[in-house]
């Protein structure tokens, strides 16, 4: 399969990359400095912006699916990084008859601010990454609104370290609270969603 990836040089990316890779795909990665990836047979690297759409439609050419591991930053929050990112992944995916889209978003986003707890709810979603949250919920909103074949993944507190190969999805309010989950295991998750229809277009919370 030819995956293109968004997010490549970030920490859930790379191991989205990695993982690929390994499993015998080929991987298109757009990041912003190609000196941020290292070159592995299979991988090919578009060097650009997200938010700039001629080099969104340069790396999702030819693929056959999409997987976007765009996190917003505090200091980058003006820019909506993952909401404009996917209008210009939903605009080049719709031009070139390309369904199969799998992203990232957060626990705490849409429906699901109510089962983190207190204290996430009110301090952390509330007020210090109020605009990152926002960004997720708006570039939820699009792909909903879109065509596409998508899976929007929710995730709590991400960490690093190697994966466990096991852990728990659901989108009926059964996982409550800010759990920790490794982020080779969301990669895990998210590649293993473009060959599976079990969450398409839905948003199942992944937790360690």
């Known amino acids: 399969m030819k995956i293109a990836v968004f997010g ?12 690929a890779l390994a499993a015998g795909h080929a991987v298109t990665a757009l990041v912003r400095d190609p000196a941020a990836l290292p070159a592995r047979p299979g991988l ?3 060097a650009g912006s997200a938010h700039d759409p001629v080099a969104v439609a340069r790396a999702v050419a030819a693929s056959d699916a999409v997987v976007c591991a765009l ?5 980058r929050r003006r820019e909506r990084v993952c909401s404009t990112a996917i209008g210009h992944i939903v605009a080049a ?9 799998v992203a990232i978003s957060t626990f705490g986003a849409g429906d699901t601010r109510r089962h983190v707890g207190w ?8 007020l210090v990454l109020r605009s990152e949250v926002a960004d997720k919920e708006a570039m939820e909103a699009r792909l909903a609104a879109s065509a596409l074949d998508w899976t929007v993944v929710r995730v709590g507190i991400l960490s690093d370290g190697d994966g466990r190969g096991t852990w728990r999805a659901a989108d009926h309010g059964s996982i409550r ?13 998210m590649l293993a969603q473009l060959a599976s229809d079990a969450w398409l ?7 360690g």
Do not use: N
């Not at 490549?8 to 790379?14: K, P, V, W, Y």
């Not at 204290?119 to 509330?126: I, K, P």
């Open 8 to 19: 490549a040089s970030g920490g859930t990316g790379r191991h989205v990359v990695a993982q």
């Open 44 to 46: 090919d690297v578009v």
């Open 71 to 75: 996190g917003g930053r505090p200091w």
């Open 93 to 101: 995916m719709s031009a070139a008859g390309i369904r199969r889209v």
């Open 119 to 126: 204290l996430a709810r009110s301090v952390l979603f509330g």
């Open 177 to 189: 609270g800010m759990g920790k989950v490794a982020r080779a295991d969301v990669a895990a998750f």
């Open 201 to 207: 277009r839905r948003r199942p919370v992944l937790m």
